[in-house]
């Protein structure tokens, strides 16, 4: 077991090796002429040079957001330019140089980095610090994050999930939300203003050090899970779930929203590729397409825990799979690019290669850019090769080699090139003068002033249930499941009992305890609810179409 464990470490790292190495080379290519753009029907936007420290520095990571780019040094410099227009938005350098190992993460106030252990949060609008921690943790991939929350994944294979600090517009801290599905009925409030002891809402640092380098109001831990995964890639992050992919192809997908302290609940049994995962997998909605040594890539529904359809490459997928709303472009080791529908993972092209009808071009590496005529795609010499979009047929080369960093823009129509000597420029097609965006903008509602909830809220029929007012006498002592059956007929809901919550705060046979129904005189359901589970020290969350029942914070002691 040992010696393949040991393989497929060296055949990982080796291809990690060989992708880093060409990353770094150092170049100083040229502006490409008029002639070459005429050619090829493309428009100069702008050009910009990120500041570096000679030879030995060059991009980390660079992405592309609506508006902005946001790219990191291997220094430790962050630039964030107006993807429009070039200009540069704001500039910093943070923590120790030579020391970035993660990609950037960012949401629409913050921009996240990792340098050593430490994480920085910087206001995205002016690049000042909002806050920053020291780790109790080792990090092994790069953060994610949403709207309120931040996960981080831990060398010894936990998820960790917790609060971001919440600002107002002046920048005067205002607490932190609550993951609580019920503030709509219940009219509890959403913000959590912590006590004055600061340090209870700190990460916790390592056995040993101090708190010196953490400043500002500090992230609040929601929950934590043991995986036994190998966590290197990026956690996928849906309105409802946290997802992780690891390194030898094992899924698992979580309840992004627990309140429970240190505790959360398996969406589903998991699943597993065949073989070894070597690039990070992409997300849309709720869809994880993971791409693997088994030569095959997964799409895998995380909400139902199922595999909705597998298409074989037919050679190690090397490149993360680029998504739109209707296609998926992903590349084979060996084969080239395929374009496959997202929705029934059929391919969609039929090239004549020499007579031999082929569903990849083969000439494509890597597709770094997308119209709606054109993809433009890397071979494995650096040279562009543009391909049309429509029937993957070949167009044209154009030698790129000398812009080494590849920068695939998974957002929009622009075309962007960097070289680690600091250029970058930004093209786009003559005929597209607005952006096209790959993936419909999903538009967030509610107010700076108040924020708003993320989590998942329960189907229409299950809100109906849970706001009818109704009329019950006072029943007769009975075990919880028995009760709970009782009003599912009644009723039409489903309840489930989170097991492994009860038993990290060792509860055991939550299902047994006794209970009897308070009398109900024309109050709502879930008021009703409350007042039956509270002295049992139970609370619930209704999510779709189940109500799911957690242990309270502080559960009541049994009489």
Same mark, same amino acid.
């Given at each position: 077991?040992?010696?393949?464990?040991?393989?497929?470490?060296?055949?990982?790292?080796?291809?990690?090796?060989?992708?880093?190495?060409?990353?770094?080379?150092?170049?100083?290519?040229?502006?490409?002429?008029?002639?070459?753009?005429?050619?090829?029907?493309?428009?100069?936007?702008?050009?910009?040079?990120?500041?570096?420290?000679?030879?030995?520095?060059?991009?980390?990571?660079?992405?592309?957001?609506?508006?902005?780019?946001?790219?990191?040094?291997?220094?430790?410099?962050?630039?964030?330019?107006?993807?429009?227009?070039?200009?540069?938005?704001?500039?910093?350098?943070?923590?120790?140089?030579?020391?970035?190992?993660?990609?950037?993460?960012?949401?629409?106030?913050?921009?996240?980095?990792?340098?050593?252990?430490?994480?920085?949060?910087?206001?995205?609008?002016?690049?000042?610090?909002?806050?920053?921690?020291?780790?109790?943790?080792?990090?092994?991939?790069?953060?994610?994050?949403?709207?309120?929350?931040?996960?981080?994944?831990?060398?010894?294979?936990?998820?960790?999930?917790?609060?971001?600090?919440?600002?107002?517009?002046?920048?005067?801290?205002?607490?932190?939300?609550?993951?609580?599905?019920?503030?709509?009925?219940?009219?509890?409030?959403?913000?959590?203003?912590?006590?004055?002891?600061?340090?209870?809402?700190?990460?916790?640092?390592?056995?040993?050090?101090?708190?010196?380098?953490?400043?500002?109001?500090?992230?609040?831990?929601?929950?934590?899970?043991?995986?036994?995964?190998?966590?290197?890639?990026?956690?996928? +992050? /849906? $309105?409802?779930?946290?997802?992780?992919? %690891?390194?030898?192809?094992? &899924? *698992?997908? =979580?309840?992004?929203?627990?309140?429970?302290?240190?505790?959360?609940?398996?969406?589903?049994?998991?699943?597993?590729?065949?073989?070894?995962?070597?690039?990070?997998?992409?997300?849309?909605?709720?869809?994880?397409?993971?791409?693997?040594?088994?030569?095959?890539?997964?799409?895998?529904?995380?909400?139902?825990?199922?595999?909705?359809?597998?298409?074989?490459?037919?050679?190690?997928?090397?490149?993360?799979?680029? +998504? /739109? $709303?209707?296609?998926?472009?992903?590349? %084979?080791?060996?084969?080239? &690019? *395929?374009? =496959?529908?997202?929705?029934?993972?059929?391919?969609?092209?039929?090239?004549?290669?020499?007579?031999?009808?082929?569903?990849?071009?083969?000439?494509?590496?890597?597709?770094?850019?997308?119209?709606?005529?054109?993809?433009?795609?890397?071979?494995?010499?650096?040279?562009?090769?543009?391909?049309?979009?429509?029937?993957?047929?070949?167009?044209?080369?154009?030698?790129?080699?000398?812009?080494?960093?590849?920068?695939?823009?998974?957002?929009?129509?622009?075309?962007?090139?960097?070289?680690?000597?600091? &250029?970058?420029?930004?093209?786009?097609?003559?005929?597209?003068?607005?952006?096209?965006?790959?993936?419909?903008?999903?538009?967030?509602?509610?107010?700076?002033?108040?924020?708003?909830?993320?989590?998942?809220?329960?189907?229409?029929?299950?809100?109906?249930?849970?706001?009818?007012?109704?009329?019950?006498?006072?029943?007769?002592?009975?075990?919880?499941?028995?009760?709970?059956?009782?009003?599912?007929?009644?009723?039409?809901?489903?309840?489930?009992?989170?097991?492994?919550?009860?038993?990290?705060?060792?509860?055991?046979?939550?299902?047994?305890?006794?209970?009897?129904?308070?009398?109900?005189?024309?109050?709502?359901?879930?008021?009703?609810?409350?007042?039956?589970?509270?002295?049992?020290?139970?609370?619930?969350?209704?999510?779709?179409?189940?109500?799911?029942?957690?242990?309270?914070?502080?559960?009541?002691?049994?009489?």
């Amino acid at each position: 077991m040992r010696p393949l464990l040991l393989t497929f470490v060296l055949l990982l790292f080796g291809f990690t090796a060989e992708a880093a190495d060409n990353l770094r080379i150092f170049s100083q290519p040229e502006i490409p002429s008029q002639e070459v753009l005429d050619r090829l029907n493309l428009k100069m936007m702008w050009r910009a040079f990120s500041p570096m420290e000679g030879k030995r520095d060059g991009y980390h990571d660079i992405q592309i957001s609506e508006n902005q780019i946001i790219a990191q040094t291997r220094s430790g410099t962050i630039i964030v330019f107006n993807s429009e227009t070039g200009e540069v938005v704001w500039k910093t350098s943070f923590g120790k140089p030579y020391q970035v190992f993660f990609n950037l993460a960012f949401n629409d106030k913050f921009v996240f980095a990792v340098n050593e252990n430490d994480l920085y949060a910087f206001d995205r609008k002016t690049g000042n610090v909002a806050w920053q921690s020291s780790f109790g943790i080792t990090i092994s991939a790069p953060p994610s994050v949403d709207k309120h929350h931040l996960f981080l994944s831990g060398s010894n294979g936990r998820i960790y999930c917790y609060a971001l600090p919440l600002f107002k517009k002046n920048g005067e801290f205002l607490g932190y939300e609550k993951s609580d599905f019920f503030n709509r009925t219940t009219k509890k409030p959403i913000v959590e203003v912590p006590d004055d002891n600061s340090e209870a809402n700190a990460l916790v640092p390592p056995i040993g050090s101090t708190t010196a380098r953490s400043r500002g109001p500090q992230p609040k831990i929601i929950w934590e899970f043991q995986t036994r995964l190998i966590l290197n890639y990026p956690l996928l +992050i /849906t $309105d409802e779930i946290v997802s992780a992919v %690891g390194i030898k192809g094992d &899924l *698992v997908a =979580l309840n992004k929203h627990s309140d429970i302290s240190h505790t959360t609940i398996e969406a589903n049994p998991g699943y597993s590729a065949d073989k070894a995962v070597i690039v990070p997998p992409s997300l849309y909605e709720s869809i994880a397409y993971v791409g693997s040594m088994d030569a095959c890539l997964h799409a895998f529904d995380l909400r139902s825990g199922k595999l909705l359809w597998r298409y074989t490459i037919g050679s190690t997928v090397h490149h993360r799979p680029f +998504i /739109t $709303d209707d296609e998926i472009f992903v590349t %084979g080791e060996r084969n080239g &690019l *395929v374009k =496959l529908s997202r929705e029934t993972g059929l391919p969609m092209w039929n090239i004549n290669n020499n007579n031999r009808f082929t569903p990849s071009q083969e000439k494509s590496d890597r597709l770094i850019a997308a119209n709606s005529k054109f993809l433009y795609t890397l071979d494995r010499s650096g040279r562009m090769v543009i391909i049309d979009r429509n029937n993957g047929a070949y167009l044209t080369t154009w030698d790129v080699h000398d812009f080494v960093f590849p920068v695939v823009n998974r957002t929009n129509d622009r075309l962007f090139l960097a070289a680690n000597n600091g &250029l970058i420029i930004c093209m786009r097609d003559r005929d597209f003068t607005k952006p096209m965006l790959h993936v419909k903008k999903q538009v967030e509602t509610g107010s700076d002033s108040v924020p708003t909830i993320d989590g998942p809220t329960p189907n229409e029929n299950l809100k109906k249930i849970l706001e009818t007012k109704i009329k019950e006498d006072e029943g007769v002592e009975k075990p919880l499941q028995e009760l709970l059956d009782e009003i599912t007929k009644k009723y039409n809901v489903k309840f489930e009992i989170n097991k492994k919550a009860f038993a990290a705060m060792m509860i055991d046979d939550a299902d047994k305890k006794p209970i009897k129904a308070s009398a109900a005189d024309n109050i709502p359901f879930a008021v009703w609810l409350t007042g039956i589970l509270d002295p049992l020290g139970i609370t619930y969350q209704p999510v779709v179409d189940t109500i799911l029942l957690f242990p309270s914070a502080k559960p009541m002691k049994d009489k």
